[in-house]
Nanobody
């Protein structure tokens, strides 16, 4: 069993930056690939970024490439999402998840409760 907790969300102006953190407990994160997903009001939960167990492989949805960076510190059981040049369309609840290296929500077994990100124009 893995328990994940996200933090770092908030209100930011367009063009600003936020860094989301995801801390895991229960089992070491070194057993899992990690993903970030987001869900805007009235929309489905969408893939944002993922990182492999070792951190050697990452992938991003096209809309955040060049702006967001996913990273992990396995010694701290923590995954990060650095978000730069934020846009109003990035407004959503951001979820961290542990599972298999995939863009599909179904590949991830453990999910956090989410952290809200609001980007004002």
């Amino acid at each position: 069993q893995v328990h994940v907790v996200e933090s770092g969300g908030g209100l930011v102006q367009a063009g600003g930056s936020l860094r989301l953190s995801c801390v895991a407990s229960g089992r070491t994160l070194t057993s899992y690939a990690m993903g970030w997903f987001r869900q805007a009001p009235g929309k489905e939960r969408d893939f944002v970024a993922e990182i492999s167990v070792s951190g050697g492989s990452t992938s991003y949805t096209d809309s955040v490439k060049g702006r967001f960076t996913i990273s992990r510190d396995n010694a701290k059981n923590t995954v990060y999402l650095q978000m730069n040049d934020l846009k109003p369309e990035d407004t959503a609840v951001y979820y961290c998840a542990a599972g298999f290296f995939s863009r599909a929500t179904s590949a991830y077994e453990y999910w956090g409760q989410g952290t809200h990100v609001t980007v004002s124009s």
